[in-house]
């Protein structure tokens, strides 16, 4: 699903890596966002984000829902407005059919008449929804999630100085210390960032374009894979 900062595209390079001697392990995502690297997972997968609406349109693609193909703009502000009123369509208007894939971040539309961004979405959905049956989705801030042991955990957090996270400031330094604090319980833990600490090491790397930073428009930029 259209979600800001997908990593869609680097999905199997990272799952190459993160994978490597996974077993019978639980393969868990604290940031699950878009679903678009747990999609190719199999086995015992868990997906969270503190995100309601996106978790409820996930959890029901996961138990065979799937959208319409003729949505609206003004169905789309109605649900902006009064999200609490359909969760589930909250969620997939919030961010498949909103610009760039930020939530309830403007009605997709192609000032050229070209492209029907709804029908995109749709004929999505029908490829990745049902990819998504046997994930459990939870809706859970990363420090409150309970995962078992031995788990492989991929976290693709909002990068340091990009974006917010449950509408404050992430805070990457306690995010870091999280992670450490996983690995030393015993999980495999991988982090995509621009950057990271010098105890995590970079097990990966692909230049990209990049509109999450701070200023507007499209950067340059390094995606990278780090493993503490």
């Known amino acids: 699903m259209k979600y800001m900062g997908s990593k869609n595209r680097h999905a199997k390079q990272l799952l190459e890596i993160i994978l490597t001697n996974r077993g019978g392990r639980t393969y868990v995502e604290p940031f699950v966002g878009g679903a678009n690297v747990i999609d190719k997972v199999s086995g015992a997968r868990i997906g969270a984000d503190v995100n309601p609406y996106l978790i409820a349109t996930l959890d029901a693609a996961a138990n065979g829902w799937l959208p319409r193909n003729n949505y ?10 009064s999200p609490d009123s359909d969760p589930v369509l909250a969620g997939y208007f919030g961010f498949a059919l909103s610009y760039g894939g930020k939530f309830f971040g403007g009605w997709r539309r192609d000032s050229a008449g070209k492209r029907n961004y709804v029908q995109e979405a749709y004929r999505s959905a029908l490829k990745q929804f049902p990819l998504l049956h046997g994930i459990r989705f939870i809706c859970s801030d990363y420090r409150s999630l309970d995962i ?10 909002p990068y340091n100085n990009t974006t917010s996270y449950a509408g404050d400031d992430f805070d990457s330094e ?15 833990v991988f982090v995509s960032e621009y950057q990271a600490p010098d105890d995590f090491e970079q097990v990966w790397s692909k230049p990209v374009k990049s509109s999450l930073t701070s200023d507007t428009g499209s950067k340059a930029a390094v995606e990278k894979l780090f493993r503490i």
Do not use: N
């Not at 306690?174 to 495999?188: K, L």
């Open 148 to 157: 078992s042991a031995g788990s492989i955990i991929y976290c693709d957090p």
């Open 72 to 81: 609206t703009e003004e169905e789309y502000r109605y649900l902006k407005d």
């Open 174 to 188: 306690e995010f870091f210390d999280w992670c450490r604090q996983m690995s030393a319980v015993g999980h495999d």
